[in-house]
């Protein structure tokens, strides 16, 4: 009879002895020893998050705890989960990148949505009536600017005047008049169309511009928007006067004033709700998302309680300048827009951010 064979294995909870009999039979010592729990087999590893499952210790296995759709998209990517010395899985995935928050504009994908997303994708469009982006190519014939408004049929201007140019200041692009009171100017008559149909008789809107201006009209001031008729002051007319007051008229008076600084690029909220119970509440001026404080200048006259807008017949609407008649400023208009609703302080302050960010829409 041969001499038993004996075997040591080393497992990782500690020294196991085990003796074959010379019968072939397994003999784990004496049954009220410390004898080691029973082994299980090894289990085919999986793909998918970390954790779960046996494993070989040290092998190494893809994983993703996101959708699986944005894996491999933009920013994210899969990272490697490990088998721990004990043959489990562990938890973490080490290394993955998932979605993130988007950051607007910066040419990066956060999301993993296949595309970066602009800052002007992310305006509000409750309500919008119209929308210009002044972005054409720097130093290229200009003939019209386009309504990107999705709302009814677009209301594009035709530009007339022969001085008024693309330009493209610090990364944005708008409108440059170098002039104060030339011709320049982005123009149509709105009667009949949707500026018509929704701002007549109108007790909220909300008109939103991105601007730099360097100097304008010292009499009657320089209009930077207007809805009216020919020369004068429009039944929607939005004038700035050196050195720095800005002016609202509202059915040809003068409602509102301010003194806010324009002559660095920024973007401004002229908000009109004529159902407001408090006089002050009826006209607010925003420059960057903050409410700017009223001025006497002009002596103003804030419109009655429940005032509506009245419209002349075939009216015009203008960029720039007046309908008709030389009022251009002096700077640049970068973008406008026309809401039908008096916007939120929050919508407001949203806005303001995105358009200080970008307010050009130069995708594809």
């Given at each position: 009879m041969s001499m038993p064979t004996v075997l040591l294995s080393a497992v990782f909870s500690g020294l196991v002895f085990v003796t074959m009999t010379s019968n072939g039979e397994e003999d784990s010592g004496n049954s009220n020893g410390p004898g080691g729990s029973a082994g299980t087999g090894e289990a085919g590893a999986t793909g998918g998050s970390g954790g779960g499952g046996v494993c070989r210790p040290g092998e190494d296995r893809s994983c993703y705890s996101a959708a699986p759709e944005t894996e491999g998209i933009g920013i994210c990517q899969p990272g490697k989960a490990f088998c721990d010395v004990s043959g489990q899985w562990i938890a973490d995935c080490l290394g993955e990148i998932t979605p993130a928050a988007e950051i607007y504009s910066n040419g990066i994908d956060e999301d993993c949505d296949g595309a970066d997303a602009s800052a002007t994708q992310a305006l509000v469009t409750r309500a919008l009536l119209t929308r210009y982006f002044l972005d054409d190519e720097p130093e290229t014939p200009l003939s019209s600017l386009r309504?990107?408004?999705?709302?009814?049929?677009?209301?594009?201007?035709?530009?007339?005047?022969?001085?008024?140019?693309?330009?493209?200041?610090?990364?944005?692009?708008?409108?440059?008049?170098?002039?104060?009171?030339?011709?320049?100017?982005?123009?149509a008559s709105v009667g009949t169309t949707k500026v018509e149909d929704q701002l007549l008789g109108a007790k909220q809107l909300t008109v939103e511009v991105v601007l730099s201006i360097a100097g304008g009209d010292v009499s009657e001031g320089s209009a930077i928007t207007s809805l009216g008729m020919g020369g004068g002051f429009g039944q929607l007319d939005l004038r700035f006067l050196p050195p720095q007051n800005l002016r609202f008229y509202w059915n040809n008076q003068l409602a509102a004033s301010w003194e806010p600084l324009v002559h660095e690029r920024c973007v401004l909220h002229v908000v009109v709700d004529t159902d407001a119970p408090m006089p002050a509440d009826r006209i607010k001026l925003y420059r960057n998302g903050v409410q700017v404080s009223a001025s006497n200048n002009g002596s103003p006259t804030v419109p009655a309680l429940g005032t509506t807008l009245n419209l002349s017949n075939d009216p015009r609407y203008a960029l720039g300048n007046r309908s008709s008649g030389m009022r251009s400023f002096q700077g640049l208009l970068y973008y406008s827009a026309i809401y039908t609703t008096n916007l939120s302080a929050e919508e407001i302050e949203r806005n303001a951010s995105l358009l200080l960010l970008d307010d050009d829409d130069l995708a594809p």
């Open positions: 309504d990107s408004s999705p709302e009814g049929t677009p209301v594009n201007l035709n530009v007339v005047g022969g001085t008024v140019t693309a330009a493209e200041v610090d990364g944005h692009r708008g409108l440059f008049w170098a002039l104060v009171n030339s011709a320049g100017r982005g123009v």
